[in-house]
């Protein structure tokens, strides 16, 4: 069983209150907590700044996974990003596909199941996923020079947004 990393807090997300605690009871009666890791929580935090009704929309989503109405896309061990495979991702954002990804993982611990929440970010170039799996340290070492160069490249682009 996989255990979940010690620095992280048990969330609910809203935009207006990134930090509450909520526990979900399923059918059968077993534990289900939505767990947003705090690199997670600043992707929260960012977005709400950028465009407050794409963090309405992605709280939604975050809700509907924690209570078992939205289950995500598994994904899949990729040479580029990794193994995410104990992974899903839920689509949500503006148009098709839609812009933006959340990346979590379910962890079964015996009478709860815990969401952990590891990313929730565009998906222009891959960037979710790249992200998730240097969160998670499973980014591969030929992959690393590629997520800087599109790490430095996004924060480029939400730096002249602001200035705007």
């Known amino acids: ?13 809203s935009p207006e209150h990134v930090g509450h605690a909520r526990t979900f009871v399923m059918a059968s009666r077993k534990l289900r907590t939505l767990q947003i ?10 977005l709400t700044k950028l465009d407050r009704r794409l963090a309405v929309v992605a709280s939604t989503a975050l809700r509907d996974i924690a209570n078992g109405t939205t289950v995500g896309v598994p994904l899949e061990k990729m040479a580029k990003f990794g193994d995410l495979s104990d992974c899903r991702k839920v689509y949500f954002g503006y148009g098709s596909p839609p812009t933006h990804r959340i990346v979590y993982r379910e962890l079964d611990e015996n009478t709860i199941e815990i969401i952990d929440v ?23 070492e ?8 599109v790490h430095q490249r996004i924060i480029a682009k939400r730096a002249l947004r602001k200035k705007e």
Do not use: G, N
């Not at 997670?40 to 960012?46: G, M, N, T």
């Open 1 to 13: 069983m996989a255990s979940a990393p010690d620095a992280r807090d048990t969330y609910t997300l």
């Open 37 to 46: 890791r705090p690199e997670a929580r600043e992707d929260v935090r960012r």
């Open 118 to 140: 590891v990313a929730i970010e565009s998906r222009e170039d891959a960037y979710v996923y790249l992200l998730a799996a240097e969160r998670l340290r499973r980014l591969p």
């Open 142 to 149: 030929e992959t690393q020079q590629e997520f800087t160069s």
